[in-house]
Structure formats: C-alpha cells, structure tokens
C-alpha cells in the first residue's frame, strides 16, 4: 500500500492505549474512492432535499437555489480538508485533536458543544421518522381526527407528538439491541431514497408537464430582498456541514494520503448539489402543478398518493435511511461524550437514553415548522458556535504550529506537558471563543422573539454567523496567543523539564468505558479494551528525543 510521506506512525502510541489513540499507518486504508462514497451516503437526506425545497419556499428561484447550495458547499469544503489534515497525518480522533487548541482538559468544552448539535439533528431526524409514519402510515380519518389539531401551548399536535416518541422509541430499541443490523442496512438506504427522489423527479416531469415547466417558477425577491435572504440562506448551507468539519478526522484518520482525502471531500459539492437540484426542481414544480410550494417531500408524497402499499414502501425507505443516518451520527456521538465525561453514571445505553430526551428538548416541530425556522434559526444558529471553534482549530494548527504536533502531548496529562497549558485549559482559546460567538446572540435572540428591537448590524452579523465567528475567533486567538507567547513557553517549558511518568489520556479510564462504540470506515463496531494504563516509559522518551532530532 502506498502511504503519505508525512504521515507519522502511531504504532507505539497507538500500542500503549486503545480507543481515542491514534490509529497505525497500516490501518488507513481509505481510498479517495471510498471517502467520495461516504458523501454519498451523506447528503442522500431527506433534510438536505428539504434545505433545497426551503430556498424555494423563500422565495429564490431553482438557479438561484443552486448556485447558493453549491457556493455554500465549496466555501466548506475548504475547512473540512484543513481540519482533517491532521486527522490523516497523525491518525488521531477529533476530540483529541481539539486539544492542542483548548488543552487536555479544557477539549471537553467544544466537543461536548459539538454533541450538543448532534442532539439537535437527532430530534430533527426522528421527527421526520415521525412525520413519515403519520403522514404515510396513518389513515386519513384518523389524521384529520381532533387529536390530531395542534395544541397553541405544545406548537404540535398529540397524534404527531406520539408518532415522534414512537419512531424515538424504534430507534432506541435498535441502539439497546445491537447496531450490527445497521451496519448491513446503511448500504442500502442511500440507493432506496436515491430511487425515491428520482421517483417523485419522474412523477414531477410528468406532471408539470415538461422540463421547462418544472423549472418555470421565478424568483418571488426583488434585487433589494435578494442579498440578505441570499446571505442568511448562504451561511445556513454552509452550517449544513460546520459540525462535520469539525470531526471530520473521525474519518479522514482512516485515509491512505492527503492527496486521497482531498480528492475524497471533493464529493461533498458535486454530490450535494446534484442531489439537492432533484430537491430544488420537485419544489419549483410544485408550485406550477398545486399553486403552492411543498418543500417536505414526505407532505408531497402523502398529497399524490392515496394507495395504502405505495405509502407503505415510501415509509419504509425513508425510515430506513432515517435510522441509518441518526443512530451512527447522532446518536453515537453524544452518548459516548456522555459516557467519557461520566463513565460511573452512564452506560452507552442510559446515554442514548439522554441523547433522545435532550432531542426532544430542542422541539424539533418548530424548527421543521417552517423553511425560515431551519434556515434562519436551526442552520445559522448553531453555525455560530461551531464557527469559531473552526476558526480557533485551525489558527492553531496551521498559524502557530505550522502543521505540527506532538502527539505524545496529545495524550499526556503531565502539567508541564505542551497542551496542559493552565490546568489542562487554555484560556485564551475560550476567550477567542466567547469573542466569536457573543456578538451573534443578540441577533439569535431577536430571531426567536426572545428580544423585540435590536440593533440592525446585530442581525446582519448573525445571518453571516458562520463567517462572523471564523473570522473574529481566529483574529482574536492569534492575536492572544503571540502577544502571550504561550505556544512557544509551553513548548520550551516541555524540552526542558524532566520527564514524569503519567497516564496517557486515552486509557479506560478516560473513556470511562470498554464496549463504547465508534465508527470505523463507515462501520460501527465494538472498542476493544484498551489497558489499564498507558505509561510513558524508556521507550517513549527514545522515540521522542529521536523525533525532534528529526526535526
């Protein structure tokens, strides 16, 4: 197998621990190939087809839909391959790439943030899940019953509610049980809805009549309402994909090269865009075929069909993709932060079991409720804190440490370790942080009606959030950190102490756990134990004085 000359092994680290160590140069055996076919599975969404349906909604018309969706995907992309440089060349996990930013300790703040949105989109997916089986499953007598009338204190119905705790439930069952069934069915549920779409672009043609026609809709914004929607939308489709390019060295860490994790992300903007512009044209005809816009593909498919086994395969395709998707990203993630933060109070289990509750928190009826709320509220409002924390990862990595770690650092709990910084957290970090998220809160609030009348500039600020909170963050930490010098002291500090025997940060117990799960080349499957301890011996102080020889 052909490597990355820069790659570094990480067997003897990765020999010394398990779990969030780094993974050898023999196990990245991703080829470009395979991460472009990981977009795929990716973007085939039923949120992304809605995101597409939404930009109509708002009034843009399917080119200008388009080319927003594309210019959104290519401004992330850039990000995504500067964060997951490090991931293939040091073969390390996202949350233990965090630290060479935040500390050794202080990496729990932004990925316990990260899990957060995770939360988010769990409840996001299940209530699609939901949505499906009350829209596609329920009679229709049973869905225009009393109960099925939205209640003004709740914002939803009871019967959507329960069908929303019923699909929640089938997802927890699946995650009890086992998720070795996922794994057989995730290969399947991208081609399914990839059919369903393309079935319901068929159905469109047909019935708008032409090609020309399905894409006759013109854009309902004037030039002056043009530019802020096209902004707003701009950073939502951007914010799309903000929280993978944070982690996405869980992935990339399994890439052969860099050159094959480039070539792989370059799939996001082309797969994206191909599949969101089915999305964009279904949507645009069905205002010529209905006389009104319908965005959520599951409401087109319950208003065309009235055939009780069709209903029946459309559930179960879009269930299946649903399932596939949130349990691996959604559900995982936030559990096992739960379970690494407190392994004495949490089991992967009692962890999803939060996971849902705290999706379930977010009340993801209202943030489907509307195009506006998903574009302006849900994708913009957690781009504003996933932004800056980008903006922080990779002003460290590339600004002030030219693209270099110590990876045994990256593990050490030693306080004269170089990522230790001031009880394992580095304050400026969290300064640049809070610099970069607060000047958007006041216009996050006003978006919500929390607050009535702000300040104008408040709400241009959070509509490009995103780019706000790279920018100011990234201004701000490499400001901070050369005028304290703390980079450079930390490291010399590190040269010149003795070495200290410490447990390594990637022990069980710093997991918390031996059966936490983690997805491995699009897989799902068990940790294996790792050691008791992973102590820093002879060996490791050879290995390390000949690295910075190397040097």
């Known amino acids: 197998m052909e490597t990355d000359s820069n790659l570094i092994d990480t067997d003897d680290v990765g020999r010394r621990g398990g779990g969030l160590c780094p993974v050898s140069v023999a196990e990245r055996t991703l080829s470009g190939w395979d991460m472009a076919g990981l977009w795929i599975a990716l973007v085939t969404n039923v949120p992304n087809y809605y995101l597409a349906g939404s930009l109509v909604d708002l009034g843009m018309s399917w080119w200008q839909g388009i080319a927003t969706i594309f210019l959104g995907n290519l401004i992330i992309v850039a990000p995504i391959c500067l964060t997951a440089h490090a991931g293939v060349r040091y073969g390390v996990h996202f949350s233990v790439q965090l630290r060479a930013a935040f500390g050794v300790r202080g990496a729990f703040v932004p990925a316990l943030l990260r899990a957060v949105v995770a939360c988010g989109w769990c409840g996001i997916e299940s209530w699609i899940g939901g949505q499906s089986i009350f829209l596609l499953l329920l009679p229709r007598s049973v869905a225009s019953s009393p109960l099925a009338q939205p209640l003004s204190w709740l914002g939803t119905s009871p019967l959507e509610l329960g069908c929303f705790l019923l699909f929640s439930v089938l997802q927890l069952a699946v995650v009890w049980?086992?998720?070795?069934?996922?794994?057989?069915?995730?290969?399947?549920?991208?081609?399914?809805?990839?059919?369903?779409?393309?079935t319901l672009f068929a159905w469109a043609y047909a019935a708008a009549g032409s090609f020309?026609?399905?894409l006759s809709t013109p854009s309902r914004l004037s030039p002056s309402q043009f530019w802020p929607v096209f902004f707003s939308s701009l950073t939502g489709c951007v914010g799309t994909w903000a929280s993978l390019a944070l982690n996405i060295s869980d992935f990339a860490r399994f890439a052969c090269s860099q050159a094959d994790q480039v070539f792989g992300q370059m799939g996001l903007p082309i797969f994206q865009t191909a599949f969101t512009f089915a999305g964009l044209a279904i949507t645009s005809a069905t205002v010529v075929i209905f006389g009104r816009t319908i965005s959520n593909p599951i409401e087109l498919l319950s208003t065309i069909n009235s055939n009780f086994f069709v209903s029946a395969i459309a559930f179960f395709g879009i269930a299946l993709a649903t399932i596939t998707t949130n349990i691996p990203a959604n559900f995982v993630a936030p559990a096992t932060m739960l379970l690494s933060l407190c392994p004495s109070a949490f089991s992967f289990a009692t962890g999803s079991l939060l996971t849902a509750a705290i999706s379930f928190a977010f009340q993801p009826w209202k943030l489907m409720g509307s195009s506006d709320s998903f574009v302006y509220t849900w994708l913009v409002g957690?781009?504003?804190?996933?932004?800056?924390?980008?903006?922080i990862m990779l002003t460290d990595y590339y600004v002030l440490r030219r693209a270099r770690l110590d990876l045994s650092g990256l593990y050490s709990d030693n306080e004269h370790g170089p990522y230790y910084y001031t009880?394992?957290?580095?304050?400026?970090?969290?300064?640049?942080?809070?610099?970069g998220v607060v000047p958007a809160v006041p216009g996050f609030l006003h978006k919500v009606g929390a607050v009535g009348v702000?300040?104008?500039?408040?709400?241009?600020v959070y509509g490009s959030a995103w780019f706000f909170g790279v920018s100011i963050a990234s201004l701000v930490y490499w400001a901070l950190s050369r005028c304290c010098g703390r980079a450079g002291r930390r490291q010399r500090h590190r040269e010149a102490s003795?070495?200290?025997?410490?447990?390594?940060?990637c022990t069980a117990k710093s997991l918390g756990s031996s059966d936490v799960k983690k997805i491995s080349q699009n897989n799902i499957t068990k940790m294996k134990p790792p050691p008791p301890t992973c102590q820093r011996g002879e060996r490791?102080?050879?290995?390390?004085?000949?690295s910075e020889k190397g040097r």
């Open 423 to 435: 009880g394992g957290y580095n304050v400026v970090a969290f300064v640049a942080l809070a610099a």
């Open 382 to 391: 957690y781009s504003a804190v996933l932004g800056p924390i980008t903006g």
């Open 498 to 505: 003795s070495t200290r025997t410490e447990p390594l940060l």
């Open 540 to 546: 490791e102080r050879e290995r390390r004085i000949g």
């Open 177 to 198: 049980k086992g998720m070795g069934a996922i794994n057989a069915l995730s290969r399947f549920s991208a081609p399914i809805l990839i059919l369903l779409v393309a």
């Open 212 to 214: 020309g026609d399905m």
């Open 454 to 460: 702000t300040w104008e500039m408040f709400d241009v």
